[in-house]
């Protein structure tokens, strides 16, 4: 029988001629409903955010009233005094509970006393503090921007944002109203709005698939619903522009510096997705309300139109393909001899072979072929059988690496059971074999304990080597002449040479003088720790420089705190408050961490660490991505 081409007579005959046909069908219908789907979700996302925009920016015209108010009272009535200002100043924030601060400040020559401003701790609080007239931190408030630009201009502005020195110590941002008695500048009233209720203001518009971020007048994130990109207060539209190094986005900058609104697409550098963002101006603030949406989920509808279409080209090639199937029955004796060598060939017999087919050429062919087949995967199976036990081998390397890791590591508990003046607990749960978190404690001088925990990017062997170079290198400047400042200052020129993966470590470290209580600290862009006061209270030690390792010649702050007795440092990773559920991917986040610590207070420092773990962990349905490390230490009273 002489050899012909089945793949010849059906495909040329029926199936090529119907795939090419559907093939470009599908190919226009598919380029249609993309470039239709773009355009309607470039009007949506305008729209959208041209709405939110107009809400939000009513939200800051109601708080700009409020100083604009004040001013008018002042300005019409001058019979007012100092005792008067603070009254109304108490009473007009105890009316608004979502502003941080309000003050009012005169020139120094119109007034004896010259500034008054009242405060609470955290948005919302009902305890209102006032700032002492007479502190050094006040005096030169003539010279702040807040104050500085109504005078020279005449007219009201908001500030950038920035971190309260003088009050609340939260991130914020400023609007200050000029006072104008007679034609002539007298002072200011200002308003302070913390950053968190700006986060809560987003978060009422926040949906699955679309994050939300507030830019300021000079283009710096102000507020972002995506904590994983870590963008607030930290970077702006034209950093990220030039680190994706996106000319679109770096003009998209410009036009929101200019107050207009506009849309565009740029693939995001981390994991090279293809983000739509929209951006609309607040014109009372002179800020930007931006959306993005990943453009997988523009393109839905795209993709609900191709699984339709070959939904229906499916059902209609099984009927064809039936078809074929009655006509070609006469040839499918070949095809069963192939079966029943892959019969054989699946119960594990490798000494099998077809052997020739004297029917189609293909047939033949492909008998050969299965053949071959069967003498490749007998020495895949041998490459495989190599391949893994070498695997085992990296496996049984790295839990060594592990067990040497951990050696680095404080592991007694409690470390000093002769000292009674405090207690200390400390754990470090990776989430692979080896981690990049670490904490470390020792006495530098009798009544002086040194201890750090710090949390190096990435994770695996690059992340832990950094951290064995960091712990050594802070090892080695910790001496007693040293503060906390110099130690960091030299750890950071040393981690910076050479640097060339650009790996960093956030840092908090500190003196602790066992004996008065007194903490000396710098915290390098570390997740803030908190003090639970024997009271309840909590108080959080935010940041006071930047990474280390990311610059050379910086020059870190260090601050200073008391713990009394019964009071209980908490420091942690970003392993707990980053610690999301699997089904819905809601983050652990810093309010369960902080509603958690106010239960703590009198635990013992194994009991806390013990629990805020556990919580975490249980958060994250014991599916962690990211190392988790915790640090405690309490102040005992010594009798």
């Avoid at 100083?67 to 009254?87: C, I, R, S, W």
């Avoid at 200011?188 to 809560?200: G, H, I, S, T, Y």
């Avoid at 280390?548 to 200073?560: C, N």
């Amino acid at each position: 029988m002489s050899h012909f081409s089945i793949r010849t007579l059906l495909i040329i005959s029926i199936l090529l001629p119907l795939s090419l046909i559907y093939a470009v069908s599908m190919t226009i219908d598919i380029r249609n409903s993309r470039e239709e789907a773009l355009r309607n979700v470039q009007i949506e996302l305008l729209n959208l955010v041209n709405r939110r925009a107009a809400k939000i920016d009513i939200y800051f015209s109601s708080v700009a009233q409020i100083p604009k108010t004040l001013a008018a009272v002042l300005t019409a009535d001058q019979t007012l005094e100092g005792e008067d200002f603070e009254a109304m100043l108490r009473e007009t924030l105890k009316t608004f509970p979502s502003l941080t601060g309000l003050g009012i400040a005169f020139e120094p020559d119109f007034s004896q006393v010259t500034e008054w401003y009242v405060y609470r701790q955290l948005p919302g609080c009902t305890e209102i503090f006032s700032l002492d007239p007479a502190e050094e931190a006040t005096k030169d408030y003539a010279y702040r921007v807040w104050y500085r630009i109504p005078k020279e201009t005449g007219r009201p502005a908001w500030t950038e944002p920035y971190f309260d020195q003088g009050g609340s110590g939260l991130p914020m941002s400023t609007f200050s109203f000029p006072i104008v008695r007679d034609g002539q500048f007298i002072g200011v009233v200002m308003v302070d709005v913390a950053l968190d209720n700006m986060q809560e203001l987003l978060s009422r518009y926040e949906e699955k698939n679309v994050r939300h971020y507030l830019i300021s007048a000079a283009g710096q994130y102000v507020v972002a619903s995506d904590p994983m990109l870590n963008l607030a207060m930290k970077e702006s539209v034209f950093s990220i522009a030039e680190k994706y190094q996106n000319e679109e986005l770096a003009e998209a900058g410009r036009n929101m510096l200019l107050g207009k609104e506009g849309i565009l697409a740029y693939n995001r550098g981390e994991d090279n997705r293809r983000v739509w963002i929209a951006y609309a101006p607040l014109p009372v603030t002179g800020w930007t309300l931006e959306i993005a949406m990943d453009e997988v989920y523009v393109l839905e509808p795209v993709y609900a139109s191709i699984y339709h279409t070959v939904r229906h080209f499916l059902i209609e090639f099984a009927i064809i393909f039936t078809v074929i199937v009655i006509v070609a029955r006469s040839a499918t004796a070949p095809i069963k001899r192939l079966a029943k060598f892959a019969h054989k060939l699946a119960a594990g017999n490798l000494d099998a072979h077809v052997g020739d087919i004297r029917l189609a050429k293909e047939i033949d062919q492909l008998a050969h072929t299965f053949d071959k087949m069967v003498v490749d995967l007998k020495s895949n199976i041998e490459k495989r059988i190599k391949k893994e036990t070498a695997m085992q081998t990296v496996e049984e390397k790295l839990k060594a690496a592990r067990k040497i890791q951990a050696s680095l590591l404080p592991r007694v508990f409690p470390p000093f059971p002769e000292r009674k003046e405090f207690d200390l607990h400390a754990m470090n749960e990776p989430v692979a074999y080896i981690a990049g978190d670490f904490f470390d404690y020792f006495f530098i001088k009798p009544d002086t304990l040194a201890f750090v925990i710090a949390d190096v990017s990435g994770h695996g062997i690059p992340a832990a080597l950094f951290m064995a170079v960091s712990r050594t290198a802070i090892r080695t400047f910790a001496a007693p002449e040293h503060s906390p400042r110099d130690i960091l200052n030299k750890v950071n020129d040393v981690l910076c040479l050479d640097n060339d993966a650009l790996m960093f470590v956030t840092v908090f470290y500190g003196h602790y003088n066992v004996e008065t209580g007194e903490l000396t600290y710098v915290n390098a862009g570390h997740d803030p720790p908190y003090i639970i006061r024997k009271g309840g209270q909590l108080e959080r030690l935010p940041a006071t420089g930047p990474l280390v390792a990311t610059f050379e010649d910086i020059s870190y702050e260090e601050r200073t705190v008391s713990l009394e007795s019964g009071d209980i440092l908490v420091t942690y990773t970003d392993g707990v408050t980053e610690a999301h559920s699997v089904r819905n991917n809601v983050l652990f986040g810093t309010e369960r961490l902080e509603s958690l610590l106010c239960g703590l207070r009198g635990e013992s420092v194994e009991s806390v660490c013990d629990r805020i773990y556990r919580a975490a962990d249980g958060h994250a349905e014991h599916e962690c991505h990211d190392d988790v490390t915790l640090l405690v230490l309490r102040r005992n009273e010594v009798i």
